[in-house]
């Protein structure tokens, strides 16, 4: 059975090409791990929900897009190896949450 780490997140529409760019960098680093695969799944056409929702999950804000990543892993064993090699790769290790898209 496959391991997956899921993601939601706001990302404001000004920056989605920065977004994108950053997505698309961090998928590769990945995949280069062993990653089976990433996605990034943009929503801008999430409606609020009534009792819960992708928007509501991530305090959506006027002028933001609602996204769903996820990563699938061989195994948990497979992700725990795969995210300890990511997070200690310069790629992306100097990425700072607060500068990001």
């Known amino acids: ?4 780490d899921g993601f939601v997140l706001p990302v404001p529409r000004a920056n989605l ?16 791990y062993g990653a089976l ?5 943009a929503g801008d056409d999430v409606p609020m929900g009534k009792l819960t ?3 509501q999950a991530v305090q959506l ?6 996204f769903f990543s996820w990563i699938i892993y ?12 990511v997070m200690k790769d310069p ?3 100097s990425m700072d949450p607060a ?3």
Request: charged letters at 25%; one cysteine or more; a neutral charge.
């Open 53 to 55: 929702s992708f928007p």
């Open 37 to 41: 695969q990433y996605w990034e799944c």
């Open 91 to 93: 790629r992306i290790a």
């Open 74 to 85: 061989a195994s948990r064993a497979e992700r725990d190896r795969i995210n300890a090699a």
């Open 1 to 4: 059975m496959h391991y997956i």
């Open 17 to 32: 090409q920065a977004y994108r760019e950053v997505a698309q960098a961090a998928g590769k680093v990945w995949m280069e």
């Open 61 to 66: 804000k006027e002028g933001e897009i609602v």
């Open 99 to 101: 500068t990001m898209p």
